[in-house]
């Protein structure tokens, strides 16, 4: 496992921006896959985003393309996402995790239980 810290969440109005960061710390970890979660008050973690080791292999949830964009600096052991236009329906936990699993290139959603880290998450709030 490797530990898992976000940073960047808060409180903005609809339409404006938020960038999350994940730093992740651990040895002898290989996270092949790294996502977002979110999960918002009495509904079920759901995927955000997700993008593999070589940068490639992402995915996005429906409800964020086109206003959320994934990255990931190899270098720096950091995941981040960049949210643009967020609407109130945005509001939520946000979960930084990892994978281990490889072997194969998921361009559609990654189920929680491929994911072996978690962070503790960070709130974003989106007033209207």
């Known amino acids: 496992q490797v530990h898992l810290e976000e940073s960047g969440g808060g409180s903005v109005q609809a339409q404006g921006s938020l960038n999350l960061s994940c730093e992740a710390s651990g040895h002898n970890y290989v996270a092949y896959y790294m996502a977002w979660f979110r999960q918002a008050p009495g509904k079920e973690r759901e995927e955000v985003a997700h993008?593999?080791?070589?940068?490639?292999?992402?995915y996005y949830a429906d409800s964020v393309k086109g206003r959320f964009t994934i990255s990931r600096d190899m270098a720096k052991n950091m995941l981040y996402l960049k949210m643009t236009n967020l609407e109130p329906d945005d509001t939520a936990m946000y979960y930084c995790?990892?994978?281990?699993?490889?072997?194969?290139?998921?361009?559609?959603?990654?189920?929680?239980?491929?994911?072996?880290?978690w962070g503790r998450g960070i709130q974003v709030t989106v007033s209207s």
């Open positions: 995790a990892a994978s281990s699993a490889s072997g194969f290139c998921a361009v559609t959603s990654l189920a929680r239980g491929r994911f072996d880290s």
């Open positions: 993008m593999g080791r070589g940068g490639g292999c992402t």
